[in-house]
């Protein structure tokens, strides 16, 4: 049985920081792309990172971009988001998500080609 397990989440500052780990399980654990994805109610899941299982470099969306760092630990199956100088928008509920081969580039953000989702963690940036 797949399964991917979020946490980290809780109550952050503006500007502070906070680490997301997702830790893939059964089948989930051969995913080729790892991904993150902001749910935002009344809207579809945005992605805001990725990365392979592989040696390539991982994928931001530009909101998020030099704020947001992802590493994977593949003996370990986990995948971490490492996330500095949050904004009061950032506010919401993460999940991550295994996708698996075939496998391109631009599919990274699509949560249409993700076949596992976890159940997400929320965290919120408040003063």
């Known amino acids: 049985q797949a399964q991917l397990v979020e946490s980290g989440g809780g109550f952050v500052q503006p500007g502070g920081s906070l680490r997301l780990s997702c830790v893939a399980s059964?089948?989930?654990?051969?995913?080729?792309?790892i991904g993150w994805f902001r749910q935002v109610p009344g809207k579809e899941r945005e992605g805001g990172s990725g990365i392979t299982r592989y040696e390539s470099p991982p994928y931001y969306a530009d909101s998020v971009k030099g704020r947001f760092t992802i590493v994977r630990d593949n003996s370990k199956r986990t995948v971490f988001l490492q996330m500095y100088a949050l904004e009061l928008e950032d506010t919401t509920i993460y999940l991550c998500?295994?996708?698996?081969?075939?496998?391109?580039?631009?599919?990274?953000?699509?949560?249409?080609?993700?076949?596992?989702w976890g159940q997400g963690t929320q965290f919120t940036v408040s003063s």
């Open positions: 998500a295994a996708l698996f081969w075939p496998f391109s580039a631009p599919r990274w953000s699509q949560a249409v080609f993700y076949d596992y």
């Open positions: 059964g089948s989930a654990r051969d995913f080729t792309v």
